[in-house]
């Protein structure tokens, strides 16, 4: 197993740079924004897991994972958060043929508000599962991510089609889900919210095994691969496009 801090000089399967820092005159707000290559030969699979930020994915041709972040640190007190701003860190693991991105926290940061925003573009190869305490996540296009959990998010995802051997599960506890597919895939689907209200669009040929207010089961077209999208408190769409 590898293990390596973003903000380290180059080696052989990792780069990555600070290319912007800003500090709030009174110093209760530090950022600072980097960012980070890994080469993706031997990588099949990113999994993500952090407390709080947004997440942006994208797909790319390159032969690289590529993540810009942005972390902030905010407190009331004057002059604390450009102190603390270099203890939050971002790291990476290598197992096997899975890159792990994950937060790293101080223990006594806890009076303090940290997030750490990603924009990150994926080997078109490569599959994605995230997990986030608070934030959203925005896939364009659906490809690449197949996996996101989040307790207090949105999750969107447009457009995309599933490979027989594909499937989707996105859960959220309070936010909503969008997730938009091509009208001419094939798959099945599952979704279900507690509270909330589901809306299925602009399919043409649109399946119902299984039709009530909060959950409906069914498939589109020839139906294949599962979707599964499940909140506890938000509203989800499924959309043809």
Do not use: W
């Not at 709030?24 to 980097?34: I, L, N, P, V």
């Not at 190869?125 to 490809?143: E, H, K, Q």
């Not at 051997?165 to 936010?175: A, I, R, W, Y």
Request: contains cysteine; negative net charge.
């Amino acid at each position: 197993m590898k293990r390596i801090v973003l903000l380290l000089p180059l080696l052989l399967l990792f780069t990555g740079c600070v290319i912007d820092d800003d500090e709030s005159d009174d110093g209760s707000r530090a950022q600072k924004m980097g960012v980070v290559y890994v080469d993706a030969d031997a990588l099949d699979q990113l999994m993500l897991s952090i407390d709080n930020g947004d997440i942006d994915v994208s797909l790319s041709y390159s032969d690289s994972v590529k993540i810009v972040y942005t972390k902030t640190v905010e407190c009331e007190e004057s002059g604390r958060a450009a102190n603390y701003i270099d203890d939050v860190v971002l790291s990476t693991t290598v197992q096997g043929e899975r890159l792990l991105v994950y937060d790293e926290l101080p223990q006594d940061m806890i009076d303090m508000t940290i997030t750490i925003d990603l924009d990150i573009s994926l080997p078109y190869r490569m599959t994605m599962s995230a997990s986030l305490t608070n934030g959203d996540i925005l896939a364009y296009p659906l490809v690449g991510l197949h996996q996101a959990i989040l307790i207090n998010g949105n999750i969107t995802a447009t457009p995309g089609t599933l490979s027989s051997d594909e499937s989707v599960q996105f859960q959220t506890t309070n936010g909503h889900i969008n997730l938009g597919m091509n009208s001419n895939a094939d798959f099945d689907f599952n979704v279900q919210t507690i509270n909330g209200h589901i809306s299925i669009e602009d399919f043409d040929d649109l399946n119902l095994v299984l039709t009530q207010s909060n959950h409906m089961v069914g498939y589109m077209n020839e139906g294949g691969s599962l979707a599964t999208l499940h909140s506890t408190n938000g509203n989800i769409t499924l959309r043809g496009e």
